[in-house]
């Protein structure tokens, strides 16, 4: 087996490409880092924005060792690499926004939360690359 990106990363949809409003912080679905008997010990968040014409949309990264809600907490920075992300406005059309996460826990999940944009156009979705399987190629369905 040749040590490719295919074989060793699996990307998993995060927060749907969409028109992002107004709105209290909302949490993406848990991704379970277990996936079929491998486990990923690392893992990069990737946003990409389309149109933005206003508001301010941040994105933190949770981790919890379960995949109760209540049981999240945001990944403190000594285990995140690079920020989490602040998409802005007009500034940040065509953009895309990295963030790795070194915590180790199972369970992870994005929130977004999103502030002056109640009628603008704000489009962006993330992706999560695990990473570091356990065993490769990596598993996929």
């Known amino acids: ?6 074989n060793h990363v699996l990307a998993v949809p995060l927060l749907d490409i ?3 409003l107004d709105g209290s ?6 991704v379970d880092t ?11 968040v990737l946003a990409v924005t389309g149109t933005m014409t206003n508001g301010e ?4 990264l949770q981790h919890s060792t379960t995949d109760a809600t209540g049981d999240f907490v945001d990944v403190p920075a000594a285990q995140v690499q690079g920020d989490n992300p602040i998409i802005l406005d007009t500034t940040d059309d065509d953009e895309t926004f990295e963030i790795g996460y070194i ?9 977004r939360t999103t502030t002056d ?11 999560l690359l695990l990473g570091q399987p356990t065993r490769a190629p990596v598993p996929r369905s």
């Open 18 to 20: 969409a028109n992002h």
């Open 103 to 111: 915590g180790g826990l199972r369970y992870l999940r994005l929130v």
């Open 25 to 30: 912080a909302v949490a993406t679905d848990v």
């Open 57 to 60: 949309h941040s994105l933190t």
């Open 117 to 127: 944009n109640a009628s603008g156009t704000a489009t962006y979705g993330a992706v």
């Open 1 to 6: 087996m040749r040590r490719t990106t295919y």
């Open 34 to 44: 277990l996936v079929d008997g491998t486990l990923f010990r690392v893992a990069s």
